[in-house]
């Protein structure tokens, strides 16, 4: 069974900088596309970045040039790094891959941002 937890989450100022973490286990890491999705109360859930395998990245525009999606496959984790960070940045983030044809998320990280 494939698990993700997340981790990193918090408190920031505008302006500041989080770095999120996401450990898998029960699955095959380094194959698979691993994803950064982030939501918030009352929106649908929103892709923010993605790498593939071949560490091929892509990013949601509003996060392009602040945030950074990167991964170990000896650790299994996958990274999001989020700098100058902004009050819409606040969400939780979740992690997600797609394994065998099923999708597996995370529980998620609330990020805040606020003065």
């Known amino acids: 069974q494939v698990q993700l937890v997340e981790s990193g989450g918090g408190l920031v100022q505008p302006g500041g900088s989080l770095r999120l973490s996401c450990i898998a286990s029960?699955?095959?890491?380094?194959?698979?596309?691993m994803d950064w999705y982030r939501q918030v109360p009352g929106k649908q859930r929103e892709l923010v970045a993605s790498i593939s395998s071949g560490r091929r990245t892509v990013y949601a525009n509003s996060v392009k040039g602040r945030f950074t999606i990167s991964r170990d496959n000896v650790k299994n984790t996958v990274y999001l790094q989020m700098n100058s960070l902004q009050p819409e940045d606040t969400a939780v983030y979740y992690c997600?891959?797609?394994?065998?044809?099923?999708?597996?998320w995370g529980k998620g990280t609330l990020t805040t941002v606020s003065s």
């Open positions: 029960g699955t095959i890491f380094s194959i698979y596309a």
């Open positions: 997600h891959t797609r394994n065998g044809g099923m999708d597996y």
